[in-house]
Nanobody, 122 residues
Framework: QVQLVESGGGSVQAGGSLRLSCTASSDATRCVGWFRQAPGKERERVAHIYTRSGGTYYADSVQGRFTISQDTAKNTVYLQINSLKPEDTAMYYC?????????????????WGQGIQVTVSS
């Protein structure tokens, strides 16, 4: 079992930036990503990174504004969010796929964090 702990959320004005962090209890993950869920909407993938290769993948809606990165020594994945928009307001969840797993859809995910709120005001 892998535990994921998120930090770094909060309330910001449009145009601002935030950095979310997700620390895993072990390195037994093939990929770690971020999903978000706004009220009344389905949970959607934002970005993910493959922990061994460092390969990164982004949703079209955040390409160019969000950057996912990792510090493998700390088992920590970061999501840098720039040029925040009100439509980025959501609960952000760290998620991981186990060995042999994947991070493209919610069905792929083996482990979820508790979630962290990001609120962007106009």
């Amino acid at each position: 079992q892998v535990q994921l702990v998120e930090s770094g959320g909060g309330s910001v004005q449009a145009g601002g930036s935030l950095r979310l962090s997700c620390t895993a209890s072990s390195d037994a993950t093939r990929c770690v990503g971020w999903f978000r869920q706004a009220p009344g909407k389905e949970r959607e993938r934002v970005a993910h990174i493959y922990t061994r290769s460092g390969g990164t993948y982004y949703a079209d809606s955040v390409q160019g504004r969000f950057t996912i990165s990792q510090d493998t020594a700390k088992n920590t994945v970061y999501l840098q969010i720039n040029s925040l928009k009100p439509e980025d307001t959501a609960m952000y969840y760290c998620a991981a796929g186990g060995p042999g797993g994947n991070c493209w859809t919610t069905s792929d995910i083996n482990y979820w964090g508790q979630g962290i709120q990001v609120t962007v005001s106009s």
